[in-house]
């Protein structure tokens, strides 16, 4: 391997790897970028904590192919230090890595690309063209309801469940539920849904955003499912990201059909009331109790420790009273990644969950529900 | 390095291998036998096999036979395979690099909670990686401390689709019996006096010495070679004194015990022969031949007529607790005296 490229941009292509290769490895291989000088005078970039890949395609000057993995955080070190535009990488024996700019000279200590975990082949795969602003718009709005308990591991991701012309979000805890539908152009050729971890959906997120600021024509984000793996595409950049194992409960049966007693209020007061009252809920539980009456929802908190706190707010309602506590956190989560001017919240008795909707075409497709607290 | 590279133990590997050739491993082994006889090699091979690439790969089923030579292989001979997964006791492992004690404690010598938490929630939670079946060997398996093993039953019992657990033990039947049930057992056999004895010389050893290693070895090549010539025979002088230890004498007991008792290792590398010599004092009593301490042959034999088999396998269960007590830092002369007194006033 031997390869001429600009300094800044190797480093640009390096900094990208630092946050996926693992610090505390439990295997060394881990903590390094593979380097793959390749045909068509491109230098291809590797990292992986095994959960996730990140591979960058850059231009460069190939004099001869071949490849190799040395450690990342060094590479970044020296490569960011260096004194001149251009920067020679050439692979030397026993698996030393010679790094050249100007005066100064470096070896690093690297080991054999076979040893670099083989990341799966997609030029198979079906790619399906994607709309990074909707599939931003959707994990997010169902991200924050995945569960962090490590031990119900089959929670701690948002299922992708595509289903003819629609892709399903769902992301639950046991507590609450997010569901996002959006349309989708194209058919992934799952026989069923996947589940797609946290941490890789955080790194999805940050190319979407990248490719959403761009503005890059709709075609060239591209999503594809392997048997064990999701693949993203963009030009110069593709991430892998291992799927969680299990099954994903049978969420329909979470979901209440539509409630009896339907609530339609204004989304901001809404947010900032529960704000409001939730400054003196208990730290713990962050609960809230609901009254509801006909015309009005008082939103009330109380802390043996601290005080109490309560807030009338207008809705449009004209069904029996109710009372039910929520925990504050879940419905703010909601309110708050909510789009329309007015929310709809759908109640049947102060212990099944409620629903909460959008009301409105920029929340079409999205409900959540959240489970009640007895209080 | 194909399954041939371990000899002797043809039944093993035979189950192994039609495992292999029907496609269908199951889903936890339990590989036991004495120290030292190819059950580590074997978890490896096993490993090699399900995932290798090389020419043996068939289209119905797994290859029954590892080349060695393909990338999936060699990962997991050097241990990079990201589908391959080696538990060993936490000390190992944090010294290897591969594992940092929570808490920053100081690492244990058993396999903690913590790793089989690790391995359950992080490792097997996500689907495989590259490979076509997942691995994770447990070696040595009764290394796990109680909690360990229980945090395992769920994963043992049901692991993720395409996983394969292998527990490779030395004292299987140290392990919960809830461990034991799930697991399908593999036997392993004590290598043949010859083969050790043809590996010793083999690897530079002199017939004399080699010979005596082999006698020793309890049927255990790792054990044969690790044993020098001075330490054998120290070993087998020890070995002889407490098998020769009467119930009449107490004072010989503890002067027995306190030589004996200075040096942990050789405590330990005495608890061990004589594990093999108490197996050697059943086989005696139920009138089978071929000893594994040929030399004492005639001690042995008078032992066996002397105590009933009941007795001799209770005095070994003493011996088995010598042992776990060496293990966990007990002092060695007041371990090595309270076999002692188990074996001649126990009931």
Same mark, same amino acid.
């Given at each position: 391997m031997e390869l001429k490229i600009g300094s800044q941009d190797l480093a640009r292509a390096l900094g990208r790897s630092q946050g996926i290769v693992e610090r505390k490895s439990t295997m060394p291989i881990l903590s390094h970028v593979l380097l793959e000088a390749k045909k068509g005078n491109e230098l291809q970039i590797s990292a992986t904590d095994l959960d996730l890949s990140v591979s960058s395609t850059h231009t460069c000057e190939v004099a001869k192919e071949g490849a190799l993995a040395v450690s990342a955080k060094h590479l970044y070190e020296i490569v960011k230090a260096l004194p001149e535009q251009t920067v020679t990488l050439k692979r030397a024996g026993n698996n030393y890595l010679e790094v050249k700019s100007g005066p100064s000279e470096f070896r690093i200590v690297g080991l054999p690309a076979e040893d670099f975990p083989a990341l799966p082949r997609f030029e198979k795969l079906t790619f399906v063209d994607i709309d990074p602003k909707s599939l931003l718009d959707q994990i997010e709005?169902?991200?924050?309801?995945?569960?962090?308990?490590?031990?119900?591991?089959? *929670?701690?991701?948002?299922?992708?469940?595509?289903?003819?012309?629609?892709?399903?979000? /769902?992301?639950?805890?046991? @507590?609450?539920?997010?569901?996002?539908?959006?349309?989708?152009?194209?058919?992934?050729?799952l026989k069923k849904g996947v589940i797609l971890p946290k941490k890789g959906?955080?790194?999805?997120?940050?190319?979407?955003?990248?490719?959403?600021?761009?503005?890059?024509?709709?075609?060239? #984000?591209?999503?594809?499912?392997?048997?064990?793996?999701?693949?993203?595409?963009?030009?110069?950049?593709?991430?892998?990201?291992?799927?969680?194992?299990?099954?994903?409960?049978?969420?329909?049966?979470?979901?209440?059909?539509?409630?009896?007693?339907?609530?339609?209020?204004?989304?901001?007061?809404?947010?900032?009331?529960?704000?409001? /009252?939730?400054?003196? #809920?208990?730290?713990?539980? @962050?609960?809230?109790?609901?009254?509801?009456?006909?015309?009005?929802?008082?939103?009330?908190?109380?802390?043996?420790?601290?005080?109490?706190?309560?807030?009338?707010?207008?809705?449009?309602?004209?069904?029996?009273?109710?009372?039910?506590?929520?925990?504050?956190?879940?419905?703010?989560?909601?309110?708050?990644?909510?789009?329309?001017d007015d929310v709809q919240l759908e109640l049947a008795d102060d212990l099944s969950p409620g629903v909460l909707k959008g009301a409105g075409e920029p929340d079409a497709g999205y409900t959540a529900v959240v489970m009640p607290m007895r209080i | 390095m194909p399954f041939s590279e371990l000899q002797a133990q043809d039944r093993a590997v035979g189950a192994l291998q039609a495992a292999l050739r029907r496609g269908r491993l199951h889903h936890a082994y339990l590989l036991g036998g004495p120290e030292g006889v190819g059950k580590g090699t074997a978890a490896r091979l096993l490993a090699q096999a399900a995932n290798c690439e090389g020419p043996g790969a068939r289209v119905d089923g797994l290859p029954e036979d590892a080349c060695g030579e393909c990338a999936p292989c060699?990962?997991?001979?050097?241990?990079?395979?990201?589908? /391959?997964?080696?538990?060993?006791?936490?000390?190992?492992?944090?010294?290897?690099?591969?594992?940092?004690?929570k808490g920053g404690r100081t690492p244990s010598r058993e396999i903690v909670v913590d790793q089989v938490r690790d391995l359950v929630d992080h490792r097997l939670s996500m689907r495989r990686f590259e490979g076509r079946r997942r691995v994770v060997v447990i070696d040595p398996a009764d290394a796990m401390n109680v909690q360990a093993q229980n945090a395992l039953l769920k994963t043992l019992e049901e692991?993720?689709?395409?996983?394969?657990?292998?527990? /490779?033990?030395?004292?299987?039947d140290a392990l919960l019996p809830t461990i034991k049930s799930r697991c399908l057992r593999?036997?392993?056999?004590?290598?043949?006096?010859?083969?050790? *004895?043809?590996? *010793?010389?083999?690897?530079?050893?002199?017939?004399?010495?080699?010979?005596?290693?082999?006698?020793?070895?309890?049927?255990?090549?790792?054990?044969?070679?690790?044993?020098d010539a001075e330490a054998l025979s120290e070993r087998r002088a020890a070995l002889e004194g407490?098998?020769?230890?009467?119930?009449?004498?107490?004072?010989?007991?503890?002067?027995?015990?306190?030589? @004996?008792?200075?040096?942990?290792?050789?405590?330990?590398?005495?608890?061990?022969?004589?594990?093999?010599?108490?197996?050697?004092?059943?086989?005696?009593?139920?009138?089978?031949?071929?000893?594994?301490?040929?030399?004492?042959?005639?001690?042995?034999?008078?032992?066996?007529?002397?105590?009933?088999?009941?007795?001799?396998?209770?005095?070994?269960?003493?011996?088995?607790?010598?042992?776990?007590?060496?293990?966990?830092?007990?002092?060695?002369?007041?371990?090595?005296?309270?076999?002692?007194?188990?074996?001649? @006033?126990?009931?």
């Open positions: 709005r169902t991200f924050f309801a995945a569960s962090n308990d490590e031990t119900r591991y089959n *929670l701690n991701g948002v299922f992708f469940e595509p289903q003819g012309a629609v892709l399903r979000l /769902v992301a639950t805890d046991g @507590h609450r539920l997010t569901v996002s539908e959006r349309p989708l152009a194209g058919d992934f050729g959906l955080s790194e999805l997120r940050k190319l979407l955003t990248e490719a959403a600021e761009v503005g890059e024509e709709k075609s060239t #984000s591209q999503l594809g499912f392997a048997e064990n793996s999701a693949v993203f595409k963009r030009p110069g950049v593709i991430l892998v990201m291992r799927l969680i194992e299990g099954l994903f409960p049978d969420y329909k049966q979470v979901i209440p059909k539509q409630g009896e007693k339907i609530i339609k209020l204004g989304r901001q007061r809404f947010l900032e009331t529960l704000r409001r /009252v939730s400054l003196l #809920s208990s730290d713990k539980s @962050h609960a809230v109790k609901l009254e509801l009456s006909a015309g009005t929802l008082r939103v009330l908190s109380q802390n043996p420790d601290l005080g109490d706190a309560r807030e009338d707010v207008p809705v449009e309602y004209a069904g029996e009273p109710l009372k039910i506590g929520f925990n504050s956190r879940y419905l703010t989560d909601v309110v708050a990644a909510l789009k329309a | 060699r990962k997991i001979a050097r241990g990079t395979h990201p589908d /391959v997964f080696l538990l060993q006791e936490e000390r190992v492992m944090a010294k290897a690099g591969r594992w940092e004690p692991p993720p689709e395409g996983t394969t657990l292998v527990l /490779v033990s030395s004292s299987p593999v036997a392993f056999a004590p290598l043949p006096e010859p083969i050790i *004895l043809a590996h *010793l010389v083999a690897a530079g050893q002199p017939p004399e010495a080699a010979r005596l290693a082999a006698a020793l070895s309890g049927g255990s090549l790792s054990r044969a070679l690790g044993l407490a098998a020769s230890l009467t119930a009449a004498d107490a004072g010989r007991w503890v002067a027995f015990a306190r030589e @004996h008792g200075d040096d942990r290792e050789a405590a330990a590398g005495l608890g061990e022969l004589l594990l093999i010599w108490w197996r050697d004092v059943l086989v005696a009593q139920a009138g089978g031949a071929g000893l594994a301490l040929a030399e004492l042959a005639p001690l042995t034999r008078r032992t066996a007529a002397a105590i009933t088999p009941a007795e001799a396998l209770r005095r070994r269960g003493l011996t088995e607790r010598l042992l776990g007590a060496l293990r966990q830092n007990a002092a060695a002369p007041l371990a090595i005296e309270r076999m002692l007194i188990g074996w001649f @006033h126990g009931r």
